[in-house]
């Protein structure tokens, strides 16, 4: 007796439903989940801080009347331009280097 062959059968139902399991392959978005809900030009970073200066900052925001972001973007800035006023302009990395 000869073996039937049942790929037209429940076990082609089976196969194809299993086969089509999960999400699709496509990806629909460009930006990353760390950027969803940030102003074009923003990127979220994370940074460690010694606890005092953390409460410093979170004071000043709070005299100041600025968010914590503002407070720390102002001091960047600062740091940023007065090392280019004495070091000159910082260069840019090179292209194949991964961070």
């Known amino acids: 007796m000869a073996k039937k ?7 082609a ?3 194809s439903a299993i086969s089509k399991r999960g999400r699709p392959k496509v ?10 809900g940030l102003a074009p030009g923003l990127i979220r970073a994370t ?4 606890i005092v200066e953390h409460d410093r900052v979170k004071a000043l925001s709070y ?7 503002e407070i720390v973007q102002k001091a ?3 740091f940023l331009t007065d ?9 840019p990395l090179p292209e194949k280097v991964e961070l």
């Open 27 to 36: 990806h629909t978005h460009t930006a990353s989940a760390a950027s969803a």
């Open 5 to 11: 062959d049942l790929s037209t059968g429940i076990d």
């Open 83 to 91: 090392y280019e006023k004495k070091n000159g302009a910082i260069a």
């Open 63 to 69: 005299w100041t009347r600025a968010s914590q972001s």
């Open 47 to 50: 940074f460690v801080l010694e």
């Open 13 to 15: 139902a089976i196969g």
């Open 76 to 78: 960047i800035t600062k």
